[in-house]
């Protein structure tokens, strides 16, 4: 016990050893498929009760090890001298267990970009409504994915950056993609222009308040208002340190509360809304 | 029957949102063009964020995390040259961290072109890590041990072997974090970087509000907030940067928007004048 | 030091574990059948009179999570949009469901199966009408209001967490005259709603919402044990204000409460009896 705790503590069970890094990581993904392509049929005959075990056994010693790590005291030296003051024997897996998180998310946009092109296709396919736009988006993502991809492999030196590369990530990127999200996010400025106009009337005394507020604020936070009168920004830091901040700590508290109670739901399977 | 025309009051209320846009264009434009400048009165936060940075001292570590993209180029990229003009005043090293693939490329290259023209050597006094994928797990990974975490620069160089870095064992071993963001990743940097470490902060004005809760209880020591705040950062720095021509513009905007709310609200209530005279 | 262990920051440690508490004993109170309250919310009510308007005109319902990576907001917005589906399903009402994560659009493609599945009519359930767009802000803003502009959609779900693309969504909606109804987590796009939408809810409103559809004795009894967590935060404040303005901020048990220390510092001050 001593033993494995110590070899815990000092990162190595959580590491493969460097000289046979790429067998052991082989043998592991070898033996992940063939755990899950032997653990489908079991879970298809369990019945529907025998599944959920599963699952909420799963999802509870997954959210006990997250919760395990942050709570268990850090200092073990006296009864482990060798063990590092600063953390617990947990405290090494978190890194690793983040990058398997970090790894399924990367697969979920695989799904998600496979879905994205696959109803695409069938739109340029079939010529169902507008498939235009969707032979644009298909041309677009192939064009685009190819040219970072090589860029990336020029960065590392795997690939030489010829003319064609430079000049053609530079119009995609630097030209287009940085200009486009620039364009969009400009669309905000309009947007909210025509939502201001159409939003702050005085139809009650709420409204009003709120319309007043938002006038005071936008005009002392700006030079212009500095030159209208000094007390205008002096009035707007005000509005926004002693009326915003309280007001956006409450809603924080609640928020928080309310997050780390679906937390606990979820944790122990309690919540039956998406399940 | 004839149809009611409609008076000019319900027209008002009832206008095209495209002439609206087209009003707001025109103003930008304008107003981006005119030579006029306007000095901005210091506020509070950027006065705290410019002293914090004062108390540097010569070859003090400074952490940037730059999570900007074009879409917030206006706001962040006059931020983040003014900060790191100051940083070179105060011959601070610094290294760059990036948690967008495309902020990683626009940080980069600014810092390069600021830098050369400021006679800063990359490796030497500055440095950029690279992308990171999980702002939360590097940054507790950088707490623990920097150099195995991050690994690499941005050029494949090992961190360990660079000059600039020449020491660090931890992100203990750094002086201040400067987060300049529009979304709200500096919460991750207050909950898990060292308690000995100052946090600055440089969002987007959308996202300046939540941060005065930081900034009251002393987590955030100093904010400069969105082009407004790089004007007035720009005017404690004695340099042209492109803050003041973006908060001039915003300016009058702002002016524009609180003339037209004040219109949509009179031609409400002259409508609604009229309704009643008519019975 | 940093904040990464319970052990870090003992304060921090003890105010969780009593909101937990507070929740899982309120959730066995509704569970052996005590009747719990909880207050009319309205841009909820107005659910169900959004997606029949969607059915009169005969243009689809969007549902839109934002760019929520998979997490208890996510989650959260899911069981709002499972919901939605259900009733969706009950008159045939066509449904869009656009997300910006792909681990939430995985988990929404089953949910939104099992809604219909629910419902009756798995028949109904097209997976082409659960879209990733893109992870990109405005890539996904721009896929977004350009099907709301397309379809002319006649109501809009907004529930998750947004940030600067929420207006463009919002204000879409409105151009094309859809039924709005929000509900996010993130305070500095909730003005931008508040002038957009037709109903808006605010912070814990939104963890609120699966308890107010379904009247579950768990949810509800878990929402309860938050508002006793809110209520403890207020006496604390109060508490800390009415301390401090007796004893002054240096005075020691100021001091421990207001700098944690560790356990051991905790311990030293009630062994001690009055902090350090």
């Keep these: 016990m001593v033993v494995l705790t110590n070899l815990m503590a000092q990162q190595t069970i959580w590491r493969l050893p ?10 592991i993904v070898a033996g992940a498929f063939v755990l899950i392509l032997g653990l489908i049929p079991v879970l298809q005959t369990l019945p529907p009760r025998g599944r959920r075990a599963i699952v909420v056994t799963v999802t509870f010693l997954a959210g006990l090890f997250f919760a395990a790590e942050f709570f268990l005291p850090v200092d073990w030296t006296a009864i482990f001298p060798k063990d590092d003051p600063k953390r617990n024997f947990l405290t090494p897996a978190i890194q690793p267990a983040q990058n398997v998180l970090q790894i399924i998310g990367a697969l979920a946009l695989g799904l998600g970009t496979f879905g994205l092109v696959r109803l695409h296709l069938r739109n340029a396919v079939q010529r169902r409504a507008q498939w235009g736009y969707s032979i644009v988006l298909l041309v677009s993502f192939v064009v685009m994915a190819a040219f970072s991809i090589l860029n990336t492999l020029a960065e590392k030196k795997i690939v030489e950056r010829g003319p064609v590369l430079e000049r053609g990530f530079a119009i995609l990127f630097d030209h287009t993609l940085i200009q486009l999200d620039a364009a969009m996010f400009s669309l905000v400025a309009f947007y909210i222009f025509s939502a201001a106009y159409r939003a702050f009337r005085i139809r009650s005394v709420e409204a009003s308040i709120l319309m007043f507020t938002a006038m005071l604020v936008m005009i002392g936070v700006v030079p212009l208002g500095a030159q209208i009168s000094p007390a205008l920004p002096t009035i707007a830091n ?3 340190a002693q009326l915003n901040a309280p007001a ?8 928080g509360i309310g997050g780390l109670a679906m937390a606990i739901r979820l944790w122990l399977s309690l919540e039956r809304g998406v399940t | 029957m004839q149809a009611r025309t409609q008076s000019v009051w319900q027209r008002m209320l009832s206008v095209d949102r495209r002439w609206l846009y087209l009003i707001l264009f025109v103003n930008i434009v304008i107003f981006l063009l005119a030579p006029l400048r306007m000095p901005a009165s210091i506020s509070p936060p950027v006065q705290k964020f410019y002293d914090e940075i004062e108390k540097l001292q010569p070859g003090d570590l400074v952490m940037i995390s730059s999570n900007w ?24 090293r610094f290294t760059i961290i990036s948690i967008e693939a495309q902020s990683r490329d626009i940080s980069y290259r600014l810092a390069e072109r600021v830098t050369k023209e400021k006679g800063y050597q990359y490796g030497e006094q500055w440095a950029h890590f690279g992308f990171v994928p999980n702002l939360v797990v590097a940054i507790k990974g950088m707490v623990t041990d920097l150099p195995n975490t991050i690994k690499q620069d941005v050029r494949g160089t090992e961190i360990s072997k660079m000059p600039a870095l020449r020491g660090v064992k931890s992100l203990s071993d750094y002086k201040v974090v400067i987060d300049v963001t529009p979304s709200g990743t500096v919460p991750a940097w207050i909950s898990y ?7 600055l902060y440089c969002p987007t004005s959308v996202m300046a509000a939540e941060a005065y809760t930081y900034l009251d209880s002393g987590q955030i020591k100093g904010m400069i907030t969105g082009a407004k705040g790089a004007q007035e950062y720009e005017q404690l720095l004695g340099i042209k940067g492109l803050g003041a021509p973006f908060a001039n513009t915003i300016s009058f905007s702002h002016l524009l928007i609180i003339a037209f709310i004040l219109l949509g609200n009179f031609a409400m209530l002259m409508n609604r004048l009229q309704a009643r005279r008519e019975g | 030091m940093s904040y990464q262990h319970a052990q870090d920051n003992w304060f921090s440690a003890i105010i969780i574990g009593f909101i937990a508490l507070a929740v899982l004993m309120n959730i066995l109170r509704a569970q052996l059948g005590a009747q719990l309250y909880i207050r009319r919310i309205p841009g909820l009510d107005a659910i169900d009179e959004a997606i029949g308007r969607s059915t009169e005109l005969g243009r689809p319902v969007t549902m839109i999570p934002g760019l929520t990576s998979f997490g208890v907001v996510a989650v959260q917005a899911l069981t709002i949009f499972k919901y939605i589906t259900k009733q969706i399903a009950r008159f045939a009402t066509p449904m869009r469901l656009l997300s910006g994560d792909p681990t939430v659009f995985a988990v929404a493609q089953e949910a939104i199966a099992d809604a219909y599945n629910e419902a009756g009519r798995p028949d109904l359930y097209d997976p082409d009408n659960v879209r990733f767009l893109s992870d990109r802000q405005f890539a996904f803003a721009s896929g977004v209001a350009g099907l709301i502009q397309r379809e002319r959609v006649a109501a809009n779900f907004m529930f998750g967490e947004f940030f600067a693309e929420s207006l463009i969504f919002a ?10 109804i929000a509900g996010t987590v993130s305070f500095t796009q909730v003005p931008f709603f508040v002038a957009a939408c037709d109903y808006t809810i605010i912070g ?5 919402t699966s308890a107010y559809l379904s009247r579950e004795p768990v949810l ?14 207020a006496l604390t404040t109060l508490g800390g204000v009415i301390a401090a303005s007796i004893a002054g901020t240096d005075a020691p048990i100021i001091k421990l409460l207001g700098q944690p220390g560790g356990w051991e510092a905790f311990w030293k001050s009630v062994l001690q009896g009055g902090g350090q």
């Design chain 3, 171 to 180: 204000e879409t909606g409105n151009m094309v005259g859809a039924i709005q």
């Design chain 3, 220 to 233: 509800l009894g878990s929402l309860v044990g938050q508002d006793i967590a809110k209520l403890l935060f």
């Design chain 2, 69 to 92: 993209s074009a879409s917030t180029l206006a706001e962040n990229q006059p931020q983040l040259e003014a900060v790191i003009t100051h940083l070179m005043r105060k011959q601070a």
């Design chain 1, 248 to 255: 956006q700590r409450a809603i924080e508290f609640g928020v």
């Design chain 1, 238 to 240: 005000w509005v926004l």
């Design chain 1, 18 to 27: 460097e000289e046979s890094r790429v067998l052991f990581a082989t043998l």
């Design chain 2, 193 to 199: 970087s060292p308690k000995n470490l100052t946090i």
């Design chain 3, 204 to 208: 814990d409103e939104f963890y609120a």
